[in-house]
């Protein structure tokens, strides 16, 4: 775990987690350092120590499966307070040992990792553009937890803090040693250590500025200590954390609780010294550690994300595919992004369209230029030099001709969403295409096994689903037709992990999975709407729960158009009329008789003024007079999150997913279901089984059907199950 060595009277304390990819701080290595540091402390001959580390990057952070295993197991606050204070102590005995201590920063130093790196003397680090340095903690509902709250605002003032410990803002060496985090810069390990030795030479005797000595020469904390840049009772101080908490409401609605346990911990602890401050960190961080939003966050976020993006849904028995060349069919919106991600991958690719001058688009937004237009911004801020853009741009070949996919391993057609157009692309495509290539469809709306009847082999026939703007967003969602084969989906996984994606894989059905579920949200929205429910009200009640956008703005957003197009489409296809559906009516009200398509025509049930800012369209109370009596918004917050979450229900029980954590990891990548609750289904254990079927109940009374909980569901909570075993 830890190499241990003394040189010239310097004890170097080096961490090397045998097993571990990085260094992370667990039990087992927690144990190992304190030893090693204890022992270094001890040794009369020891002057000064060093902590490194001897792989690539220094400490990535807290072992997450630990964190978790303290959320899962403690949810008694006295115990749980026991032992996160233990951190907090041991660190503070370290830093106050009387021997200098330097970090020696030759990669990742996150969390927990830059903890260490704060509670030492000096901090140096090498200059590599690829490290990162900062407390992520508060992206999983966590605070830093060993000290960070306390140490950097006063090593680095409130206005440098804030954001990095709000945030988990993630700084490169170099801006690091900018905004102060760190001491010295150098360019190699050797000479980091050189000058580690020369620091501890020239402070035998450190002290950290918080700090003073008693009478009696031991190290306590100072009690008038200043934090840089205006303390916290300052007018300036006072200007950060006042509006602060209020701009942090306005953002969060509250639902972060991460947020607001930093705020508090850093205005209480900053005006103690830092001794008590520590005691009021460990007691926030506990606070956090048992709320269930943190247990959430960290199971979706982290570990099924990561499971995800390991591959854990590829089949084991195909052997790596090593896909080199793809080709893309529509060079449109879609198309072009697809393209764009590919040969950022390394990929070979060619992108095909109608006539060569629909795939280059030179003077247009998609095409080939698209990418050309994001590698010039990506190179003005420095992500990539001239050269390497070039050779980026050069692994597009645009083209009319079909025969240039010749070789192609992988193919993925983004033409318009129409079902013959598609059929024909995909037999042409496959007249050039080997045996064992796979064609992927990006249709967001036709299942799969339908459309995989125009192709001669419909086992390698599978559906590959991007979001838009497909550069930004981090999910495909795959989708596995009736035909599909193991090695059609290995090859996709394998492709999606190359462009550094996650993917989630589902089985076919109209809207898929992401589809069908997000349009719930704006369903129930347009329901409310036509209720005579006051559309600010709705659109509050979606960012209040979380959402990213109110209900009725999205829907402009993908457009009513398009909504009304796949209603119109489903109803030829189910025989199910659209005005039956939830929605269905306000769709149908706003394309046929009002003309009003959402954003995309500058009218839906926002206005788009030319270059002002849109705003709700004043003609809404007209087509949907207001109710006398309006719900609490707690209602509405209830009813938007409840029937998503629902959906989600019957799409695991109807087969469709095919796992949890894809519904968890999906709705929040997908459509922005509210991060804190961990997903969709998470949120249901997060409610309680048994109260959200009474919730559920109660909803159907008044609105139908679509609230009626499913007979499992009725089950889990007789029984009293939960989807992760989650007590209520
Ligand atoms: N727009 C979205 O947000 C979104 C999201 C997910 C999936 N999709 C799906 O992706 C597909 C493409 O959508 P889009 O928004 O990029 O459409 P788009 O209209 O921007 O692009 C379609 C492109 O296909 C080209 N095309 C038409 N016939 C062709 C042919 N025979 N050969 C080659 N190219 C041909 C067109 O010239 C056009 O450039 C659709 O199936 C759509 O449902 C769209």
New binding site residues.
């Given amino acids: 775990m830890i190499k241990y060595t003394v040189e010239e009277g310097i004890a170097n304390v080096s961490w090397n987690m045998e097993g571990y990819p990085m260094n992370v701080l667990n039990d087992q290595s927690i144990s190992a350092f304190k030893e090693a540091m204890e022992k270094a402390i001890a040794d009369s001959e020891v002057k000064g120590i060093t902590i490194s580390s001897e792989k690539d990057s220094f400490i990535a952070g807290a072992d997450l499966k630990m964190l978790q295993k303290l959320t899962v197991e403690n949810t008694d606050m006295k115990t749980t307070f026991e032992n996160t204070k233990v951190f907090n102590m041991l660190f503070r005995k370290f830093e106050t040992c009387g021997k200098p201590i330097v970090a020696c920063i030759n990669g990742h130093a996150l969390g927990g990792g830059f903890e260490v790196c704060l509670m030492s003397h000096y901090r140096i680090a090498v200059n590599n553009p690829k490290t990162k340095i900062g407390l992520p903690e508060s992206k999983i509902g966590l605070l830093p937890g060993a000290g960070g709250t306390q140490r950097l605002p006063r090593m680095v003032g409130l206005e440098i803090a804030a954001p990095l410990l709000l945030e988990g803002t993630e700084l490169s060496p170099e801006n690091a040693l900018k905004q102060g985090l760190i001491n010295e810069l150098v360019a190699s390990k050797e000479e980091m250590f050189a000058a580690a030795k020369k620091w501890i030479l020239a402070n035998l005797s450190p002290l950290q500025a918080w700090d003073e000595r008693d009478k009696k020469g031991n190290i306590v904390g100072k009690t008038n200590f200043k934090v840089p840049n205006g303390n916290i009772q300052s007018p300036k101080g006072a200007q950060l954390l006042l509006p602060g908490t209020a701009l942090l409401m306005g953002k969060t609605y509250g639902n972060y609780p991460a947020q607001l346990a930093i705020m508090k911990a850093v205005y209480e602890g900053l005006q103690v010294p830092i001794d008590k401050a520590l005691v009021i960190e460990s007691r926030y961080f506990t606070s956090l550690l048992i709320n269930p939003v943190a247990k959430n966050m960290i199971r979706t976020l982290f570990f099924a994300i990561g499971d995800a993006n390991k591959g854990i849904a590829r089949p084991k028995n195909v052997p790596e595919t090593n896909l080199k060349k793809i080709g893309i ?7 072009s992004g697809i393209a764009y991600v590919s040969a950022l991958a390394g990929l070979e690719v060619v992108l ?3 006539t060569l001058e ?1 795939a280059e688009r030179s003077s247009g937004v ?1 095409g080939k230029e698209y990418s050309r237009n994001l590698l010039k911004s990506q190179v003005a801020k420095g992500r990539y030099s001239q050269e390497q853009a070039e050779g980026i741009l050069a692994k597009i070949k645009p083209t009319d001709n079909y025969e240039d996919l010749k070789g192609c391993d992988l193919i993925i057609e ?4 129409n079902r013959e ?1 598609k059929a ?2 995909t037999k042409d495509a496959e007249a050039q295409i080997a045996e064992t290539a796979v064609f992927g469809s ?4 036709l299942p799969i096994t339908g459309l995989s009847e125009a192709s001669a082999r419909p086992a390698n026939f599978i559906g590959i ?4 703007p497909v550069d930004k967003m981090p999910l495909v969602e795959v989708i596995m037709g009736k035909q599909t084969s193991d090695y059609a989906l290995a090859m996709t996984i394998d492709y999606i992990k190359k462009i550094k994606k996650t993917p989630i894989v589902v089985n076919d059905s109209r809207g898929f999975y992401t589809s069908r579920c997000f349009g719930t949200y704006t369903a129930e929205g347009m329901e409310m709407l036509a209720e005579g429910i006051n559309p600010i009200l709705i659109e509050n009640a979606g960012k209040a729960a979380g959402m990213p956008v109110g209900s009725l703005d999205v829907a402009d957003a993908v457009s009513i158009e398009l909504a009304y197009k796949v209603m119109k489409q489903s109803e030829i296809d189910t025989g199910v009329k659209m005005e039956h559906i939830a929605g269905g009516k306000v769709v149908k009200h706003f394309v046929e008789t009002l003309g009003r398509g959402g954003k995309v025509s500058k009218k839906g049930f926002y206005e788009y003024p030319e270059g002002g800012k849109k705003y709700l369209w004043e003609g809404l109370s007209e087509q949907y007079p207001l109710k006398s009596e309006q719900p609490n918004i707690e209602f509405l917050k209830k009813r938007l999150l409840h029937r998503q979450a629902l959906e989600t229900v019957r799409c695991l029980e109807e087969g469709v997913l095919r796992s949890k954590a894809d519904a968890d990891v999906g709705s929040i990548l997908a459509w922005g279901f509210p991060a804190y609750t961990g997903g969709t289904l998470s949120y249901i254990d997060m409610v309680g089984v048994a109260q959200f079927v009474k919730d559920c109940d109660e909803l159907a009374a008044t609105y139908g059907e679509r609230f009626s909980p499913t007979a499992r569901l009725r089950e889990m909570a007789a029984n009293g199950e939960s989807f992760y075993g989650v007590k209520k």
């Avoid at 983004?414 to 969403?417: I, L, N, P, Q, W």
């Avoid at 689903?465 to 838009?468: L, P």
């Fill in positions: 069919l529509g060079a449109g919106m879609m198309g095909k369209d109608t629909n998609y983004a033409v318009f969403e157009l024909k692309v990006n249709t967001s709306t689903h991007f979001f838009s």
